[in-house]
């Protein structure tokens, strides 16, 4: 099981879908440091998100504040040049924030609780 990670900071970049000759799609998103970081050196990083998460970023836009959780992955390819090493940063889900952090997904509705119609009526309660 891959460990899961986070990173949160400012949109630079949203790619557009791309399709490969498999069938195989990918989108690439590009974050930098968050707003209050105080590094004089940027430190973009880019995520890539694969299949059906490529529609998580359909409604992401630069300059808007964002949590991207994702996995690291790694694969080895042995070509005419010698033996290469990729690694991608897979983003597995993206969460648009408000400028204190907090999330603009909106909050679920508490579940009713699920009583049985022959619970009883108030007046059974033994206090």
């Not at 050196?41 to 998100?49: A, C, D, G, Q, W």
């Not at 490529?54 to 994702?70: E, I, N, W």
Request: contains cysteine; hydrophobic residues 35%.
């Amino acid at each position: 099981m891959a460990q899961i990670y986070e990173y949160t900071g400012v949109v630079e970049e949203v790619g557009a879908v791309q399709t490969f000759g498999s069938g195989f799609t990918k989108r690439d998103c590009i974050i930098g440091n968050d707003v209050d970081s105080t590094s004089k050196y940027p430190n973009p990083v880019k995520f890539t998100f694969k299949k059906d998460n490529c529609s998580l970023l359909d409604g992401v836009a630069k300059g808007q504040r964002a949590k991207v959780r994702f996995a690291i992955d790694g694969r080895r390819w042995d070509g005419p040049k010698g033996t290469q090493y990729f690694v991608d940063l897979t983003a597995l889900k993206i969460e648009v924030l408000n400028a204190d952090g907090s999330s603009t997904e909106p909050v679920p509705a508490p579940a009713e609780p699920d009583f049985p119609a022959d619970a009883g009526d108030v007046d059974d309660m033994p206090f």
